[in-house]
């Protein structure tokens, strides 16, 4: 049986989670992100997830390895049988090479690179602003609240993140393209890449990510 695996590259800010919820739903494929893994393999004490806090609590980067065992645990359940969403990796070329090792040759996949200029992200970023009892998203330029700094739902008092400043913005951009960036040129030479304009409203973007999977699976 063949797999879709959908794989959403972008920097931190470009809309990926937006995305991925849509096209997930869309497409009924499990929306598979490692940061939820991470969370789900701690919380439960799993045997993958005691593996990975020895290197947290050693204060290193959990391993390759270990996080390409934790990708492969879930999407080995039922659900997956048809396919998934990989949201947020691989993050690196050696995690793409990874995760390529892994597969079986019964995978279809497609790449999505959504691209938005860096000062637009840095905007984006910056005034992103989120309700912490529902966690409906504003912003106060694109999508900003009735009331200032309340939310329009659930009258609770809007949050910002504390690493969304311009100053960490420019560090986690930096960091973006010096090891996430080449991701993309990596599955360029391995057969393509579908370049998505992510500075547009979010459904002609939802509608251009739609077209790349109908073309890779004509």
């Known amino acids: 049986?063949?797999?879709t695996v959908l794989i959403l590259l972008g920097a931190p800010g470009a809309g990926k989670v937006?995305?991925?919820t849509?096209?997930?739903e869309s497409l009924r494929l499990p929306h598979v992100s490692t940061g939820d893994l991470f969370r789900t393999n701690l919380s439960q004490?799993?045997?993958l997830g005691q593996k990975a806090r020895t290197f947290m609590d050693a204060g290193k980067l959990v391993s390759d390895s270990l996080v390409i065992d934790m990708l492969f645990d879930r999407v080995g359940q039922p659900d997956c049988a048809g396919?998934?969403?990989?949201?947020?990796?691989?993050?690196?070329?050696a995690q793409a090479e990874?995760?390529?090792?892994?597969?079986?040759?019964g995978e279809d996949r497609v790449v999505i690179d959504i691209q938005v200029p860096d000062e637009l992200i840095v905007e984006r970023i910056i005034g992103r602003q989120s309700c912490p009892k529902c966690s409906a998203i504003f912003h106060t330029s694109f999508n900003p609240p009735t009331s200032a700094g309340i939310c329009n739902h659930c009258q609770t008092a809007l949050t910002q993140r504390a690493d969304d400043t311009a100053e960490v913005v420019g560090t986690r951009l930096a960091a973006y393209h010096e090891q996430t960036a080449p991701v993309a040129e990596y599955y360029r030479q391995q057969g393509g890449v579908c370049a998505v304009n992510g500075n547009q409203h979010p459904d002609k973007v939802f509608e251009a990510c739609q077209v790349c999977v109908t073309e890779a699976a004509a």
């Open 45 to 47: 004490g799993t045997e």
């Open 22 to 24: 849509r096209l997930a």
């Open 83 to 93: 396919g998934y969403l990989l949201d947020g990796f691989p993050r690196t070329v």
């Open 98 to 105: 990874a995760l390529q090792q892994r597969f079986d040759g």
């Open 18 to 20: 937006t995305q991925a």
């Open 1 to 3: 049986m063949v797999r």
